[in-house]
Structure formats: structure tokens, C-alpha cells
DNA sequence: ATGGCTTCTTATAGAAGA
């Protein structure tokens, strides 16, 4: 069983991309963000033709999510029921048993900005949405991109990183927030490679440079925790043409 | 460095992303 969060940066540029990506990885779920369409114009038969079932809610410009997934999927929640919200940042559904939650947390933008406190009551509101998810459905993942780098060893320079929103301590308090619900970064089960990202600016040779940080992350509750052999960040993708800024997360349970 | 790149907009310069 493989899942998978990526942030596509606008699925209307990407949709080739991620059919391409599919075709050498059939995963079982593809939780995707900021795909940057209203309802209207996604590209449902596009990817249902690729063999994969889709729920999705999207807005103009900014923000949308998606799932996508090789397995029917049921009771389909958009937006956090406990937190208003005109923002399409939410998307959730039963699949193979499992709860499977795609979020896209707000970015914040910078410490001084209205966005940040919305950034964070926005996750102190998906904590306690999770919480009760996770008394109704013991196999839950959250996958997504959160825009926080939970640890030091997350920031290709934290010494320069220091101070800045996505490294801030009430950001990193609230990531921590959503592990002790019981839920587990897949990525740090595991031995890793140093300085493994999933996001590089596409000024200054980022991603050349390897200037990055690991913002996008699959926690999985103890049940689904248990089973998880790997999580691994696929960095093919963003070395093609016209790249997302993101790359692929891919968790594998047993 | 109010920078750098990419995407979007009832566009054509500015906002937002991270």
C-alpha cells in the first residue's frame, strides 16, 4: 500500500506531469494540493481514465485539493467541519478501511503577516478535527503539505532559516501538537539520507543547490505506523521541465 | 536586496507562494 502527498502547484499545468508520474508509480492513494481550479474545471475524466477514483474541492487562484486513489472511496468530507473556513484546504475520505486526510496547511506567509495567526488557528482547529477523526477511525492518515519544517535537521541552513515563518516555535509546536494525538512522521521511522527535502525555491538554483526544506509530510496513527516499511521523498519530478516546487512524499505500508 | 522564479488574474503589474 503506497501513499503519497504532493503539492502540485497548479494542476492545470501539472495534470501531465502527475498522469506521467502515476504511470511509473501506481500508487494506491495520491493526496494532491494547491491544484488552483474550481470544481468545474477539473480534470475528472482525465484521471479517471488513468484508472483512479478522485474526490476533490477547489476554488479560483489559490489553494484546492484533491485525492486520488485505485480504491473506491466513501464518505468524502471537504474543510474542517470545526473551523469556518472560505479557504479549500481540506479533503478527506474513507479508503480501504483507512482515513485518509489531504490538507493543505496555509503558508503564513511571514511572523508580522494576518496570516500567520490564521496559519496557526487554522491548525489548532485541524487538531482538534483530527482527534476526533482518529476516535472514530483508528487507521487515519494526515497527508499533506503542512509548510512546517518540524526540525532543524529540515532546513538546508537553519541558522538562516531562524526566525522565519514554516521554522517558527508556535509552528513547530503545533506539528508536534498533531504527534501527540498519536500520530507519527513515516519520514523519521526510519533512517534518511541528511538534508532530504521536499520543497527548493525556483530562484537561486534551489534545487540544483539543494537549498531546501522538508515541509510535506504523511502521519500515520499506530495501527498504520506499525505497517509502514518506508517513506521516501521522489525527487524525479522535480528535475523535469516546468517542475512543481514540491516533490513527492511516499509513504508504503506493509 | 523591496532581489532571484512560477502561477494566476474579468491580466498586461502585482500578489502569493515558501
Not at 41 to 70: C, D, M, W
Not at 113 to 126: D, G, I, R, V
Not at 147 to 156: K, T
Request: with cysteine; proline share 6%; charged share 25%.
Amino acid at each position: 500500500m503506497k501513499l503519497v502527498t504532493w503539492n502540485v502547484n497548479s494542476l492545470k499545468v501539472r495534470l501531465p506531469q502527475v498522469l506521467q508520474w502515476l504511470e511509473t508509480n501506481p500508487v494506491d492513494v495520491l493526496c494532491i494540493q494547491e491544484t488552483k481550479l474550481t470544481d468545474d474545471k477539473f480534470p475528472q475524466a482525465e484521471i479517471e481514465a488513468a484508472g483512479y477514483h478522485v474526490a476533490f474541492t477547489g476554488q479560483k487562484t489559490y489553494n484546492g485539493v484533491a485525492i486520488l486513489s485505485r480504491h473506491a472511496i466513501t464518505e468524502v468530507q471537504k474543510n474542517n467541519p470545526l473551523f469556518e473556513d472560505e479557504q479549500q484546504r481540506i479533503i478527506a475520505a474513507t479508503i480501504e478501511g483507512m482515513r485518509i486526510v489531504c490538507a493543505y496547511v496555509p503558508n503564513g506567509q511571514a511572523l508580522d503577516s494576518e496570516k500567520y495567526p490564521y496559519k496557526l488557528s487554522w491548525l489548532a482547529a485541524l487538531r482538534e478535527w483530527i482527534e476526533s477523526e482518529m476516535g472514530k477511525y483508528p487507521e487515519l492518515a494526515l497527508l499533506g503539505d503542512y509548510n512546517i519544517a518540524p526540525d532543524d535537521r529540515d532546513v538546508h541552513d537553519p541558522a538562516a532559516w531562524e526566525g522565519m515563518n514554516l521554522v517558527s516555535p508556535p509552528e513547530r509546536a503545533a506539528f508536534q501538537a498533531l504527534l501527540d494525538l498519536g500520530l507519527s512522521d513515516s519520514f523519521r521511522q526510519f533512517e534518511q539520507p541528511e538534508k532530504t527535502f521536499s520543497w527548493w525555491d525556483y530562484r537561486q538554483l534551489g534545487f540544483r543547490l539543494n537549498k531546501g526544506v522538508r515541509i510535506d509530510h504523511v502521519l500515520l496513527s499506530a495501527p498504520l505506523a506499525k505497517r509502514c516499511t518506508s517513506c521516501v521523498v521522489d525527487r524525479v519530478p522535480r528535475k523535469w521541465e516546468q517542475p512543481s516546487d514540491h516533490a513527492p512524499v511516499i509513504a508504503t505500508l506493509d
